[in-house]
Antibody
Framework: QVHLQESGPGLVKPSETLSLTCTVSGGSIITYYWSWIRQRQPAGKGLEYIGRIYSSGSTIYNPSLKSRLTMSVDTSKNQFSLKLTSVTAADTAVYYC????????????WGQGTLVTVSS | SYVLTQAPSVSVAPGKTARITCGGDKSGSESVHWYQQKPGQAPLLVIYHDSDRPSGIPERFSGSTSGKTATLTISRVEAGDEADYYCQVWDRGSDDPVFGGGTKLTVL
């Protein structure tokens, strides 16, 4: 079973850059699409798709975040990363990394999630 | 843009059957996937490709579709099934995934 683990700062100041990394273990990052999804706080808010990256490095971003978003992948470390610039309080959320099934577009493996708070 | 509509909440007594629906713009050919999210936990895929169950998901969980509506059915509901449930499809127009707003299942 593939295991995903998010890591990164839990507190980011407004206007700064949010950076997160997802480490994949128990399987290869190769030949899959990997995604970031967030859930804004307070708890119980819906799931918001951020974007995805293929193991080759090709990316597809949510148009609403595209201007502030950069994703990258490091296949040697089995990791992929997210950078979101110019953050505001509206970016406060639990951020999840997830694997996208090649067969049907479901998110078949998720990280536990990490809370990122944007505050001065 | 593609919209998936779910009822905000559903309540059911233990041992009964819960039905959670997901309706919207989908053409009827897209696969629907369902996720269970318990408080403080990540979403968990419980149904994929309309009606398939991942390994480890109890047979009490089943999925079906009829026209533009997908239904997640939970038989013999248990207290541990209390959670938020989200449907998801892949919007072929935008080539992006779309999630429903979620349904909170309360076990009475």
């Amino acid at each position: 079973q593939v295991h995903l683990q998010e890591s990164g700062p839990g507190l980011v100041k407004p206007s700064e850059t949010l950076s997160l990394t997802c480490t994949v273990s128990g399987g290869s990052i190769i030949t899959y699409y990997w995604s970031w999804i967030r859930q804004r706080q307070p708890a119980g808010k819906g799931l918001e798709y951020i974007g995805r990256i293929y193991s080759s490095g090709s990316t597809i971003y949510n148009p609403s975040l595209k201007s502030r978003l950069t994703m990258s992948v490091d296949t040697s470390k089995n990791q992929f990363s997210l950078k979101l610039t110019s953050v505001t309080a509206a970016d406060t959320a639990v951020y999840y990394c997830a694997r996208i099934s090649l067969d049907d577009g479901s998110f078949d493996n998720w990280g536990q999630g990490t809370l990122v708070t944007v505050s001065s | 843009s593609y919209v998936l509509t779910q009822a905000p909440s559903v309540s059911v007594a233990p041992g009964k059957t819960a039905r959670i629906t997901c309706g919207g713009d989908k053409s009827g050919s897209e696969s629907v996937h369902w996720y269970q999210q318990k408080p403080g936990q990540a979403p968990l895929l419980v149904i994929y490709h309309d009606s398939d169950r991942p390994s480890g998901i109890p047979e009490r969980f089943s999925g079906s579709t009829s026209g533009k509506t997908a239904t997640l059915t939970i038989s013999r509901v248990e207290a541990g099934d209390e959670a938020d449930y989200y449907c998801q499809v892949w919007d072929r127009g935008s080539d992006d995934p779309v999630f429903g707003g979620g349904t909170k299942l309360t076990v009475l």
